[in-house]
């Protein structure tokens, strides 16, 4: 089956023993008034934060608040044949959670209860539906972290960032989701509860059935639950390192010249001229030169000083112009700057956000690529780049929900050019349905069968998110 | 199904469409020479380091030199329905890797090269074969090192290590195999070749199949190389913490204090009284005083001076004898009294190492737990612990080949208790033959029949390591 006959392939039409009324008395019958069909409800169920939504509206919204209301929604789900759509925050990016028509949007949002927090075991058990940052915050109290810490950490949910196994700014030093998780709650599509996973520092007992659950976007389970391996908080300063460029090829060469020299930031990212030029409009700052690209770096923990002098060095050998701070609040207002990088794509119109990741040393090749492609197709591909683990963000912009076939055409030549340098179709947004046209062709074809194999495994059924990740 | 129809489950038969010379007639026509049919390697084969042997001799080993001579192997084994035992140094401490009767024992300790070292990316790629101590030189060489460090690293494979998800000393602040593995390459039970993970720091296309695929103890295919994600060596002075205590749960107590203190030791292992005797009798030191228990803890990186005062004085808070030393050949000395305990434990008898994991703050709890099964059995468990993440390896003693059935009794004892703690059966070892018996019990009859029938994707007809880890 090639990549166009998958692009054909309608999406899998949800089996049906039941009629939608009935469907909807079962749900009501068990969950009351957890059971919202409210037009705006509905509607707001379609779509996550990628731009792009479902074409109809899905059949009820379940707000679970309890593992209980989760079961039984999945028992009636799987009795009646019903699709289910698992929701935390609505803030995917790659359409993993839009419902559709026929299918059910459980919600988990409302699930955000901190379970346990252990500081003699570095470990919180937790509901899914807490959001990352109020997680960081009641942490903070105790002294402790969880790592993972994407950009969109105020609004996404903890549960959602193990579904879509999120990266975020933070991954080369800290780890990614994969990282930080040890064990997970999860709902089977009978409603049947799994413990996977442990509480300790190791454990090998059987399949690592919590890695696998890890990103795999909605597929296998609905995660109820998660124990997290948490780190305390790094003492000592912060040091902030910003650095401007004539271009941005300059500043990924200096990137992986900073990655070379063996110096580990905590973050490093990149911004090239138009995501710069975008987000100073945002925030109204003064516009930045002409084809400036930015590296904003942190150093932190016992050495962040002498590592941030050091990094220092490399950039300016590298052609930067380099401010350092250790002002903690000046280190905050700079990345807010990276932070606002989606807020100011959203201003210039429907985006689709690609998210390749590439071995770092791959990096300047990569920006190579894409300035091949933009001269091409003669378009702008606005840029932002965790440069410290090798992580773009294309931004293709265009008018209209639905994304134009030559934009599709340039996104695929993006993504095969990262296959090429060694890369990947998503370091940390998952597949959705944005990506699903070329899983089979990063996977081969073979692998593609085993994993949709391994989700037949879970949901013999095919009620779990179907037709995302994997379109048969 | 109960723990004890488990126990008297005989071991799947294998399927034979074939009669035995035939199998060997199919290997020899296509590897030649690489088919071993002598009788030292067979009996070799039959037997890990857990001191416990398959009843049988394999029908063949078959030396492996390249991935195609794995590929031929196992297609032959598909037609045949022959069952293959993958084997690396054998070095595993579950029978994991023994080989019994009509069963063909495949080598990869042959292949055992360096593909890759990529010091601006911190992977290196390599064959399975290679032993983790000399990959450690290979990469030492380049300023870097792959953290996985088992006890057992001087003669133990890379690809072993995977295999069983191995642990070490360092894992608490350096991480576990699946923190340190990118990607692997997987030949199927048919022969098929796969090439699972990435390349990329981040990396979240499809399911994560490299993380199912550590510690699956050769259930899902044969790993054929592996991507592994490095670090760079850790630079500035090493400090070493010796610390004895007049008996172990005063040491233990002292260990969880450490933990709690929030200063991360690189390394912080704890022996009992029988342990430090036996090593010191291997060794040819002094005797330690009667019960005297001792820590070893290890501070590195830029803070390891101010790190390795602090905790000495949490160790003298809790009643610990303490010296700090600066050099490393003396620190080295100091571990190496660690290293030999399972050489110290071999001159006793047959021993059966448990490995369970605890969550750090019950380790007091568990040492409690041990004691109590000491005086109710009337027997000596020699216990060392990687105390900083709570992994025990409790060692049970006794003379002949075969573990006596008051041996299993404790065994179950001490492995209920460490569930009861929030604890998991292994933590490093995985479950081979020597754990199966109980793998149920923790996993839950539902997850440990889902986790059968994934590997009944990878493997449909029930040729890779069959009757290891579950038995039907």
Sequence with gaps: MSADDRMRTPERAPRRD????????????????????????????RADKSGHASPGRPLAVVHAAS?????????????TGTPV??????????????????????????MDRIL???????????????????????????????????????????????ATGAGGLLCAKYGVVRDA??????????????HLGHRSVKGVTGLDLTSLVIGSEGTLGVIVGATLKLRR?????????????????????????????????????????SCLSAVHALL???????????????????????????????????????????????GERLLAIRRSMHPAMETLGTTLIEDVSVPRSALPAMFDEIARIERDRSISIPTVCHAGDGNLHPNFIFDGPDVPPEIWDAADDLFRAALRLGGTLT??????????????????????????????????????????????
């Design 67 to 79: 593992v209980a209301d989760v079961q039984a929604t999945m028992r009636i789900a799987h009795a």
């Design 116 to 162: 346990e927090v252990r500081p003699d075991d570095l470990l919180a058990v937790v509901e899914p539906g807490i959001l990352n940052a109020d997680l960081g915050d009641a942490l903070a109290a105790h002294g402790l972290w969880w790592a993972p810490d994407p950009a969109s950490r105020a609004i996404s949910t903890v549960g959602g960032n193990i």
């Design 284 to 330: 109204a700052l003064a516009p930045p030169a002409p084809g400036q690209a930015q590296l904003t770096l942190q150093t932190d923990g016992p050495a962040a000083i002498v590592e941030a002098d050091a990094i220092a060095a490399v950039l300016r050998d590298a052609g930067g112009t380099v401010a350092v701070s250790h002002d903690r609040a000046e």
């Design 85 to 110: 759509v698992t929701r935390g925050a609505g803030t995917g990016l790659a359409g993993g959670a839009n419902t559709g028509a026929g299918e059910i949007a459980l919600s988990v949002r409302g």
């Design 181 to 194: 998780v040890l064990g997970v709650d999860l709902v089977l599509a009978d409603g049947r509860l799994l």
């Design 18 to 45: 039941t009629t939608v009324p009935d469907v909807l008395a079962l749900l009501r019958a068990e969950l009351g008034e957890r059971v919202d069909v409210s037009p705006a409800s509905l509607e707001a169920a």
């Design 233 to 273: 908080l790094v003492p000592g300063a912060v040091c902030t390192i910003a650095a401007t460029f004539p271009d941005v090829r300059t500043a990924a060469v200096a990137s992986a010249a900073v990655t070379a020299s063996g110096i580990q930031p905590a973050i490093m990212e990149l911004m090239d001229a």
């Design 427 to 472: 370091g940390e947004h998952g597949i959705g349905v944005l990506k699903r046209r070329w899983l089979a062709d990063e996977l081969g074809e073979d692998q593609w069968e085993l994993q949709r194999q391994i989700t037949a495994v879970f949901d013999p059924t095919g009620i779990l998110n179907p037709g995302k990740v994997f379109t048969p």
